[in-house]
């Protein structure tokens, strides 16, 4: 028997997505088909006469469930189905993850019944705030020998226990199965905890959470998993709504995604699914690539041959690959491929961002078509290539990038102001905080000269220097009440000058009204201050730059979710602290630096920026971009063969075709090879023109640098640079 379902294989750029929406707009035009065919059959009919059978028919529209790897590649799978369907055709593009959380929370009076919850409306947790929720509960029993013979600290440890809960559920394993597959699975391995210890402690915090209906990305997924995809009631809404599933690179899906197409194509729903044999960028991180692609068996299999004309794939991939596993072959690479090698860091770091100015500058490329991809980017790297580019007027556009949102100056002074305005809090503010507090929020907008350019420049009326002279002379410490005295309290405050007296007596007389505020509870939440705070100094009817709009949305976000759970904590179960201990708790984790500026969208709107990329292997991999020129960074780094991301602790000991198997170091090394391989492969699908191999002797930390791709290196014949 033919499947009406298809099983798309192709490597990355060749065409997979767009035979998906391929697909997906035959499934339109048939089911367009069918509702005229069943009009022009009865002509004679007036149209009020079809009312109920035209009803019948919206009953069983097609219903599609679209799917994508991540939230970015959520987004544009979405926008070309639309623009390819001229928008006649409403989607809703989801990530697995995203769909698991909207059928739990839609299906949750379902949950109430079957597992006898309490009936309330679930609130999900952050990862930052599920880890310090769970080293509360867990803090008693994580004694010192605990970490000593876990050999991490407390943080570290228990990230690791809540990632142990969140692979169980993503490969369909419950939580009481846990400490059986661990125990397998580490048996020949005495430095870690017991099994039985790590699953007690899940248990508890499931359990834990589900009483106060508090949901993690673990327990959504072990939820629909466990329950929810075996409850009859559901799978007959579900096949109801679905009729159809698209899904893009299925390499990155954790198992549980089979399951439910396994469902769906059991009630006769047809399927399509692209499938990367170069992908797997999340395998270690709870995708399962081997077990998805059991579901090609149930599909009539598409393979797209060949990569684009333009990508460099076809020519250098298997050379590149035989020099790294047979390091002993003797080839040289073409001269597309570049060497840049330096005795240390900085000068590698210095002379590569020169080689792109340089390239930029010439017109050689533009800056949106290079990228700059390492294992991993660190702040001194981060820093030195942005700052070297800018300062030729060249802007670096960083994906993804997770700072800390506490990095921000204007976080900071925000979390300043808080302590200024509530009591209790001296504590948390001192001198420095105090003058960058000043320096931020007496900031004044110009619009640029004879420009268009829609970032305004910015200036402040008070100047760091004078700033740390009204912090030394009228900034007053105490444990309760921190206060600022009027400028008078310097004697030279003629020395300050208008502008920076004005803007600094604005400042205390708002603090001042707050404050009054405060004490006669007429402000709602810290959330309202913080909101008050930005419309009255940073706001103020401008523009902000892209990066501080985002660190801000993610401030009130963060914010408007921790107090959402404390109120949630408080009323399951009142506890009595004083006034302000979850204001002080809140600016403590902001500060911890466990929260990034990755607010929704994550992306600013508009075209393409014109701009050179920043990313690491992991992050460049799972934007599925492309460019004219590369440049790998730490070419001897031997992060490479680790793919820019830490493999997640447990992570073997899920997947579906080895669960509970022991992780050898044979296992490792054939996992890192074939990693790399697929890491080499991806890239170079994704460059059309050069790639530059940046090498210096020594790493960050002066050791000499002796990676996989060192062989490539060496077989690179040094060019000159242009």
């Not at 929810?228 to 159809?244: F, G, P």
């Not at 072959?329 to 491929?337: F, G, Q, R, T």
């Not at 680790?642 to 509970?660: I, M, Q, V, Y």
Request: charged fraction near 25%; proline fraction near 6%; charge should be neutral.
């Amino acid at each position: 028997m033919v499947s009406h379902s298809v099983w798309i294989v192709g490597t990355s750029r060749s065409g997979k997505t767009a035979r998906l929406v391929e697909q997906f707009c035959n499934w339109v035009k048939a089911e367009k088909q069918y509702t005229e065919s069943f009009y022009t059959k009865k002509p004679g009919r007036k149209k009020s006469g079809y009312v109920a059978e035209f009803l019948d028919i919206k009953q069983t529209e097609l219903g599609v469930l679209v799917l994508a790897a991540n939230d970015d590649n959520r987004r544009e799978l979405g926008d070309i189905i639309v623009t390819s369907t001229l928008g006649k055709y409403p989607v809703r593009a989801k990530t697995p993850l995203g769909f698991f959380q909207d059928e739990v929370i839609l299906f949750w009076p379902l949950l109430i019944n079957s597992l006898n919850l309490k009936a309330q409306f679930p609130v999900r947790l952050r990862p930052e705030t599920e880890q310090e929720l769970a080293t509360k509960l867990w803090r008693p029993q994580l004694d010192e020998e605990i970490l000593r013979v876990a050999g991490v600290n407390e943080s570290r440890l228990v990230r690791r226990i809540l990632d142990l809960l969140q692979l169980a559920a993503y490969s369909g394993v419950p939580c009481e199965d846990i400490a059986q597959i661990l125990a397998r699975g580490l048996k020949e391995n005495n430095t870690t905890l017991e099994p039985e210890f790590l699953a007690s402690l899940l248990l508890d915090w499931r359990n834990w959470c589900l009483e106060r209906g508090l949901l993690t990305y673990g327990i959504i997924t072990e939820l629909y998993s466990q329950y929810l995809l075996s409850d009859r009631n559901y799978q007959q809404h579900l096949t109801k709504r679905y009729q159809a599933v698209l899904a893009d690179d299925v390499d990155d899906y954790p198992s549980v995604a089979r399951l439910l197409f396994e469902l769906l194509l059991d009630q006769g729903a047809v399927g399509a699914f692209s499938y990367n044999p170069d992908g797997a960028v999340r395998l270690g991180l709870g995708a399962d690539p081997n077990y998805l692609e059991g579901l090609a068996g149930r599909c009539r299999v598409e393979i797209l041959t060949g990569l684009p004309p333009e990508s460099l794939g076809e020519q250098l991939t298997k050379q590149m690959v035989e020099l790294v596993t047979e390091p002993m072959v003797l080839l040289s690479l073409p001269e597309i491929v570049h060497s840049i090698q330096t005795t240390s860091r900085a000068q590698l770091l210095r002379q590569t961002a020169e080689v792109i100015a340089d390239a930029i500058q010439s017109k050689q490329v533009e800056a949106e078509q290079v990228a700059i991809i390492a294992p991993g980017l660190d702040a001194i790297a981060r820093y030195t290539l942005v700052e070297i580019l800018v300062k030729q007027n060249i802007q670096v556009q960083s994906l993804n990038d997770q700072r800390p949102l506490v990095s921000s100056p204007i976080i900071r002074a925000l979390l300043t102001m808080l302590a200024l305005v509530y009591p209790g809090l001296g504590r948390l503010v001192d001198r420095d905080a105090v003058a960058e507090m000043l320096v931020v929020l007496s900031r004044k907008q110009q619009l640029p000269e004879n420009s268009t350019d829609a970032i305004n420049r910015v200036s402040t009326d008070i100047d760091p220097v004078r700033a740390g002279l009204i912090a030394d002379y009228c900034f007053l410490p105490h444990p309760d009440r921190p206060n600022l005295l009027p400028i008078s309290a310097f004697e030279r405050w003629d020395r300050i000058g208008y502008a920076a007296t004005t803007a600094y007596n604005q400042i205390l007389q708002w603090l001042e009204e707050q404050r009054s505020q405060q004490e006669l509870r007429l402000i709602p939440s810290p959330i309202s201050l913080l909101d008050r705070a930005i419309q009255r100094f940073l706001w103020n009817g401008s523009n902000l730059p892209y990066e501080q709009l985002a660190a801000l949305r993610e401030l009130l976000e963060t914010a408007q979710h921790y107090w959402e759970i404390d109120t949630r904590l408080r009323q399951i179960a009142p506890v009595e602290t004083t006034p302000h201990t979850t204001i002080i708790e809140f600016i403590q984790l902001l500060r911890r630096g466990t929260i990034t500026a990755n607010p929704y969208p994550v992306r600013p709107i508009g075209g393409v920026r014109k701009a050179v990329t920043l990313a690491t292997i992991f992050q460049y991999r799972s934007s599925r971009r492309s460019h004219r020129w590369h440049f790998w960074l730490d070419a001897g780094s031997p992060l490479w063969a680790k793919g820019g991301a830490a493999t997640l602790f447990g992570a073997p000991f899920f997947l579906r075709d080895r669960l509970g198997e022991p992780w050898t170091a044979e296992d490792e090394k054939l996992a890192e090879e074939q990693r790399l391989r697929r890491i080499l492969a991806d890239l170079l699908s994704r460059v059309s023109e050069r790639v530059y191999l940046c090498h210096s002797d020594l790493a960050v930390n002066g050791q000499e640098q002796l990676g996989p791709l060192l062989p490539l290196v060496n077989a690179c014949v040094t060019h000159p640079v242009i």
